[in-house]
């Protein structure tokens, strides 16, 4: 009886616009909560395994500390501060050699360093003894500061590369 009611339908294909969930932001937006659900697992899983294994956590951050600490010596290089220098370039070894070794503060020597390297420590040492020599004062005549600042700062990021790859 109500047939004759019901209009007729104006189109039988389906309109331009399609419906929110068969675009294509929706499709490139729908993995996204699960990418960040595996983010943020991976995440705490990673700070999880520093927080567990202080050693690893230490060795990872020796090279971040020595970079702080050279940049450190090249601005006392440019401000011609030698005493300011060589303390930048001792706190550079202490620093980096303590946490690639975890050791403590007080402990970082040049002994003890020397005793943990493989091999090839011969140029740790010569910096050592050269950089302890210069901040206490003892310095060989024959060579200019500038030079030798800069040979020992080039020297000091080479060693500490080499370290980085050894296996300690």
Known sequence: DIVY????????????NETWYRTTLYNVLLPLPA???ILMAGTTARRHS????VARARRQKAPKAARRDVALA??????????????????????????????????????????????????????????????????????????????LLRQLTHTLKQCERMKL
Do not use: C
């Not at 009611?5 to 331009?16: F, G, I, N, S, T």
């Not at 303390?87 to 360093?113: C, D, I, K, S």
């Open 5 to 16: 009611l019901k209009p007729l339908p104006r189109h039988w294909k389906r309109e331009a």
């Open 35 to 37: 990418l960040m659900l």
């Open 50 to 53: 520093l927080a567990s294994d």
């Open 74 to 151: 090249q601005q006392a290089m440019r401000n011609n501060d030698t005493s300011a220098f060589y303390e930048a370039m001792w706190e550079a070894l202490t620093e980096y050699f303590g946490h690639r070794l975890n050791l403590a503060p007080g402990e970082v020597t040049r002994q003890t360093v020397v005793d943990r390297m493989p091999e090839g420590s011969e140029s740790v040492e010569r910096l050592f003894d050269t950089i302890e020599q210069r901040r206490y004062g003892i310095r060989q005549e024959d060579e200019s500061s500038d030079d030798e600042m800069e040979s």
